[in-house]
């Protein structure tokens, strides 16, 4: 082969790759991208997550539809805008799982925040399929309704956390209440257990989401 074309190949795929990499360095592109991987989003719906301006999130999405990580559709007069592949939803989880094991920081950034979470405790999700199994525990989703529609664990029930206040005299008191929400990166499983804690229930949470459900067990139903 000649040496050139293979340098030039090279060159070319590296730097086609590396397009992924420039479109992920940004805190704020990161968030988005999480937020996508739970489903479709409006920009409007976005920015009020993030607390960002409509112009910023709209130029951040833009820079990952230009590296096509997310893919956009009109809906009346909102654009919604949701990953372009479950391949992507994959990289994320990877990048989460290569991130936590080389980069100390974010081991203390949650340590520091669940030790700022008293009597929040976590299950792991073995303990979580086995207690389920035994109709042990009521398993919730707190995530926004879009998202559990979107997709969620098998048997858990949708209870927003704005709207978890309004539930609990629906949610038996002699049951563990087990929570999730995005992922190990999300606070409202955290913020949930604090509040069923605080009103009597034992009350649980798993760190992972429905992606890290279905990445360890499959698609169990």
């Known amino acids: 082969m000649n040496i050139t074309k293979g340098r030039l190949f090279k060159d070319g795929i590296y730097k086609q790759f590396s397009r992924i990499g420039k479109s992920l360095s940004s805190e704020k592109r990161l968030e988005l991208l999480n937020l996508l991987s739970q489903g479709p ?8 997550s993030t607390d ?6 709209s130029h951040h999405l833009q820079v990952l539809s230009e590296a ?17 592949d479950p391949s992507v939803i994959t990289f994320l989880l990877a990048l989460w799982e290569v991130g936590e094991q080389q980069l100390t920081d974010i ?4 340590e ?3 030790n700022g979470t008293k009597g929040c405790h976590t299950l792991t999700l073995e ?11 009521v398993l919730l989703d707190v995530r926004p309704t879009e998202e559990y529609n979107s997709d969620h664990i098998p048997g858990a029930l949708s209870i927003p956390i704005d709207e978890l206040a309004a539930h609990l005299n629906n949610l038996p008191a002699d049951r563990e209440i087990v929570a999730y929400c995005r992922g190990p990166y999300c606070v409202y499983a955290a913020q949930a ?13 798993i760190e992972e989401g429905v992606h890290e459900w279905k990445q360890h067990f499959g698609n169990i139903h």
């Open 41 to 48: 989003k409006s920009v409007e719906k976005l920015a009020q």
């Open 52 to 57: 960002m301006p409509i112009a910023n999130v």
């Open 68 to 84: 096509r990580l997310v893919k956009s559709r009109k809906k009346g007069t909102f654009v919604f805008y949701e990953v372009a």
């Open 107 to 110: 081991k203390r950034l949650k």
């Open 112 to 114: 520091d925040f669940m």
């Open 127 to 137: 303990e979580v399929m086995t207690k389920q199994n035994g109709g042990e525990i």
């Open 193 to 205: 257990v604090s509040e069923l804690r605080n009103k009597g229930f034992s009350a649980f949470r």
